[in-house]
Structures are given as C-alpha cells and as structure tokens.
C-alpha cells in the first residue's frame, strides 16, 4: 500500500525559506513519479513540482520557478521541497502525491494530479 506522509509546514514571514519533506513507503522510486501540489483557500489545487526518477525528469510551476526545488533521498523514500523566498501567495496546504507507472511527459502529472495522496501540511507565509 502506497503511503505519503508530508511534514515541514508552518508559518513563516515573507522571504523566508521552509524544507517539506514527504515520508514515503510502500513503492520504489523508479517506479513512480512524485510530485508537490498545493490548494489555497477558495483556489483550485496547483502542481507545483513534480518530478520521474528514472529520467531524471522534473516540472515546475512558473509561480515557483527559481525559488522551489524538488529533490528525493531514495534511501530514505523522501522527497523533499525546498522553498525560498516565499511570498504570502506561496500559503497553501501542501500535498505529496505519486503515480505508478508514469508513461506521459512529468507535466501532464503535475497538470493533472497523480493517483495517491498524502494528507497535506499547512503553509503560511506572512506578509
């Protein structure tokens, strides 16, 4: 059974930075792809980074493009988010999520979200 468990949240000021990690279990990262979505209040659910081990494949969002990256540790089963510069539109709750077998280009998953989900961590960033 495919876990995510997504931790790191919190509130921070603008300009700061914040790490997500997303502990995952039950699948092998070659397998699959992984990805960080995000919904705001009143929003749609956004991909924001997504990313396939094998080909090395990553997409990212233009609103995060140069301030968010999106890394893994495979001995851990992790992957992690690295926010810098936040800003108070960055305020979401944070989802991981992965999809098995991923045959498409890594932006259609991110533009159409994966199949399993975490439960979500919350991010505040003030003005």
């Known amino acids: 059974e495919v876990q995510l468990v997504e931790s790191g949240g919190g509130l921070v000021q603008a300009g700061g930075s914040l790490r997500l990690s997303c502990a995952a279990s039950g699948f092998a990262f070659d397998d699959y792809a992984v990805g960080w979505f995000r919904q705001a209040p009143g929003k749609e659910r956004e991909g924001v980074s997504c990313f396939k081990s094998r080909g090395r494949t990553t997409y990212y969002a233009d609103s995060v493009k140069g301030r968010f990256t999106i890394s893994s540790d495979n001995a851990k089963n992790t992957v992690y988010l690295q926010m810098d510069s936040l800003k108070p539109e960055d305020t979401a709750v944070y989802y991981c999520?992965?999809?098995?077998?991923?045959?498409?280009?890594?932006?259609?998953?991110?533009?159409?979200?994966?199949?399993?989900w975490g439960k979500g961590t919350l991010v505040t960033v003030s003005p």
């Open positions: 999520a992965a999809v098995r077998f991923p045959y498409r280009a890594i932006s259609y998953y991110c533009s159409n979200g994966m199949n399993s």
